[in-house]
């Protein structure tokens, strides 16, 4: 019942308010026109990732004690939301929301969540406090802190680039916090604050996504990619620097974003412009439909899931490579099948 209450409050708050922000944006149309890249074919409401959120936030205040880091946690993830809402509804030079996410990867920092160490594939641990001096009441610890905000911003706009099909950035978010809080319920790490807001996490993405999900009647819009994004990045940091799970669960989502960003910055643009050529669009290119596609990486993501939560040090290790080697191979076989279907 610890879990299952906050779970109800959080899927109950989102899927009644979905509806209702769905109205509202449409009535004052901050909607995502046809055209373009974009896949649908009629003016679909954005703003969805508001109802996410408070699906997330409702009970988050109602089921958790205050402190300082979950104090930090909310502050970060709100300034993301208002940005990434803003952007939904006039659009927000790129480099102005980068730096927003840096901010607020460093108010979540100053809250006293961080990386200090990772785990060693070969055994042990990798301190990365070296170096650590203080500021004030503020501990720095440079290696650490930088890595921090890298996951964090990563994890954010990585999600933001997977959000390219009806159901996918919600339902594999939704894997991914279900992952998490399995990890945080288990007896090597037994954190029940981290398992509520993983829990809360799913019920938020899950209460949202019969809306969403293909024909989607309301998208998320970049305050929902945003939000989900920051909360598994800080998921995965908060339940003790597990970030070889969280990075199992994403790993395609993960590569597809640093493969974006290669992409782009070879072609000589802005690693923010938009194209056609992630691996959802890779897949539809390829014959499949929107819901097959979707299915196929809920699928891909599920079973990382498992073998992250399953597996030790040396099996994730393990799990990286295989999953790399995959993803390079099915993003060139995809590409050729594609291609020769145009």
Not at 311 to 318: F, Y
């Amino acid at each position: 019942m610890i879990y299952l209450v906050p779970f109800i409050v959080a899927f109950l708050t989102s899927a009644l308010l979905t509806p209702l922000i769905r109205k509202w944006a449409l009535a004052h149309k901050v909607v995502a026109m046809p055209g373009d890249r974009k896949i649908h074919t009629e003016p679909v409401a954005y703003l969805g990732g508001v109802a996410i959120f408070l699906g997330f936030l409702i009970p988050a205040l109602a089921f958790l004690p205050t402190s300082r880091r979950f104090v930090s946690l909310i502050v970060g993830v709100t300034m993301l939301v208002v940005v990434g809402v803003v952007d939904d509804m006039k659009p927000v030079n790129p480099w102005i929301k980068l730096g927003w996410q840096v901010l607020a990867a460093c108010v979540v920092l100053a809250g006293g969540i961080g990386i200090q160490t990772i785990t060693n594939p070969f055994g042990g641990v990798i301190d990365l406090t070296a170096g650590r001096f203080a500021i004030g009441p503020y501990h720095v610890t440079p290696i650490g802190n930088l890595l921090t905000v890298l996951w964090i911003v990563g994890l954010v706009n990585v999600v933001n680039f997977m959000d390219g099909l009806d159901g996918l950035a919600a339902g594999v978010s939704a894997i991914s916090a279900f992952v998490l809080f399995c990890l945080a319920v288990g007896s090597n790490v037994n954190q029940p604050e981290v398992a509520i807001l993983a829990i809360i996490t799913v019920g938020a993405a899950l209460g949202f996504l019969p809306y969403n999900f293909f024909p989607a009647k309301i998208f998320m819009g970049d305050g929902g990619a945003y939000f989900l994004g920051v909360v598994l990045a800080l998921l995965a940091v908060y339940s003790g620097g597990k970030l070889a799970t969280a990075g199992l669960v994403l790993g395609f989502a993960i590569f597809d974003g640093v493969w974006a960003v290669v992409r782009r910055s070879l072609a000589k643009r802005s690693p923010f412009s938009a194209d056609r050529h992630h691996i959802h669009h890779l897949l539809l290119d390829a014959g499949l439909s929107q819901r097959a596609a979707v299915l196929v990486l809920y699928g891909v993501s599920a079973s990382f899931g498992v073998l992250a939560l399953f597996g030790n040090t040396q099996v994730k290790a393990v799990g990286f490579v295989l999953l790399l080697v995959t993803m390079i191979i099915g993003t060139f076989a995809l590409t050729r099948i594609a291609a020769r279907r145009t």
